[in-house]
């Protein structure tokens, strides 16, 4: 099938490239002519584990397109709207880059075309662009929901073996088209839930959320234990083989960050506001996550007091989450920015997200090529993000290198007995310090 997409970023570029592996035969669009420059030369704007070689290999063989022409796409059976839906000033979901992008390729459908947003959209935008497009253009169409429940960092595999499609239409016609569109991974046991749009747009928020809220609960479970005497990875332990609760989503932690917890919690919150229902949970998951962001920071200021002049922390981690370079509402830059705000050093090392973080926070840090060099001269370490390479960190090296011999560890990334041994002092969540 002759296939576009619209906003060539974490989900777009995933959608597109997959759809082409799958067999499809795929435009994809993006304003960004430097994004557009760098992938038509197979070079790849962001780090996803896989997404590469799928690129280089679909662009090759032709049937992955890349252009910042609307004029481009030709006639295809179905355009995905993979646009950002950043939270406005009151954290509502701003429609603009959706709303623009479907008035401009509502100028260029020449037949019938299925309209779908992959973009996560308040309930009644479907409705919405439905009007908007019928205004620009003469021809049929239908204006789809299909939220994407892909996680960056095994955002390919998520798109290839999902383990729901949400299809949110009224429409017979259109309903066939993306059964169409999907019959490559729905062959491959994957269901296909078709349901009206408010529902479906109504699925990705709710999904979002209640991942949100297990975060921050176990989070207050994690603040607690520290009072009690309890240990949360203990807790954790004797709660995860409850078929009822799981292991997913309930590690301690220093709050959840990224593109789109924060976002659509606050959005989800506000589309209640909005026809006056008092979501009650969601207020306290967004304050709870508020507050754990800051709680290692909270640490160190009661050691080191509120001016930290002449204080050099190693942080390991900026990405919100391992395996990605994403940084959007990373609890790393939030921690940094207190730090360095009462004068501290921080010397930041993250194995692909350090480019990004020096577009937001400039040279005010200094960023380390490995993990061992941000080390060097620091009173103590903080590691804010769990990538996998940390756990084997030499703890030897550690104590030999930090000044104060002191771990602040906002992913319980190791072993308190471990610790100790080696003779460090060891902060984390939801634990005794040691
Ligand atoms: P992104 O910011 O990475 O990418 C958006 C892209 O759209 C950018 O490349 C931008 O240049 C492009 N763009 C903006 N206006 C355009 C226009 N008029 N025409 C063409 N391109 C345009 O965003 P993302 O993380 O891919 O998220 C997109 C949507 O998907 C959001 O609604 C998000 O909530 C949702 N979502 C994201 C994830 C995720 O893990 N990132 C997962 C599920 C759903």
């Not at 095994?154 to 259109?174: E, H, L, Q, W, Y």
Request: net charge neutral; with cysteine.
């Amino acid at each position: 099938m002759k296939l576009a997409v619209i906003g060539t970023g974490y989900v777009g570029l995933v959608t597109g490239t997959c759809l082409a592996e799958a067999g499809h035969d795929v435009v994809c669009v993006d304003i960004d002519e430097s994004k557009v420059a760098r992938l038509k030369k197979g070079d790849i704007p962001i780090y996803e584990p896989g997404l590469g070689d799928l690129v280089k290999k679909n662009f090759k063989a032709g049937n992955l397109r890349f252009t910042t022409s609307l004029a481009e796409i030709g006639e295809p059976a179905a355009i995905f709207f993979a646009l950002p839906t950043p939270p406005n000033g009151d954290g509502e979901a701003d429609l603009s880059f959706v709303l623009k992008a479907a008035q401009d390729v509502a100028q260029v459908l020449k037949g019938y075309t299925v309209l779908i947003n992959k973009s996560t959209v308040p309930v009644g935008t479907a409705q919405k662009v439905a009007g908007l497009v019928s205004k620009h253009t003469k021809v049929g169409f239908d204006v789809i929901s299909n939220p994407e429940f892909l996680r960056e960092g095994f955002a390919v595999n998520d798109f290839m073996k999902p383990d729901r499609i949400v299809v949110g239409t009224g429409s017979a016609k259109a309903a066939k088209v993306m059964q169409e569109v999907y019959k490559p991974y729905t062959s491959a046991g994957a269901p296909l839930l078709i349901m009206d749009e408010a529902s479906a747009e109504m699925t990705k928020y709710t999904a979002n959320s209640f991942i949100a809220t297990k975060i921050s609960f176990m989070n207050e479970i994690a603040n607690l234990c520290e009072l009690v005497g309890a240990d949360v990875e203990q807790v954790k332990r004797g709660i995860a083989p409850d078929p009822r609760i799981g292991s997913k989503y309930i590690n301690a932690g220093i709050g959840y960050g990224g593109s789109c917890f924060p976002k659509d919690v606050s959005a989800l919150e506000r589309i209640a506001h909005q026809r006056d229902y008092d979501f009650k949970i969601l207020k306290a998951v967004m304050l709870v996550n508020t507050h754990q962001k800051q709680v290692l920071v909270g640490r160190i200021v009661a050691k080191y007091g509120e001016n930290l002049a002449g204080k050099t922390f190693a942080v390991w981690g900026l990405a919100f989450k391992p395996d990605t370079d994403d940084i959007r509402e990373a609890p790393a830059i939030e921690i940094i920015r207190e730090l360095v705000g009462r004068g501290a050093k921080i010397q930041a090392y993250d194995p692909e997200a350090a480019d990004n973080t020096r577009k937001v926070l400039d040279d005010t840090i200094t960023y380390s090529n490995a993990a061992q060099d941000a080390l060097k001269d620091a009173h103590a370490l903080i590691v804010v993000t769990e990538w996998k390479e940390f756990a084997a960190a030499d703890l030897a090296k550690l104590k030999a290198e930090l000044k104060d011999k002191t771990v602040y560890d906002g992913r319980n990334m190791f072993d308190p007995d471990d610790m100790k041994r080696a003779g460090l002092k060891y902060i984390s969540i939801g634990r005794a310090a040691i």
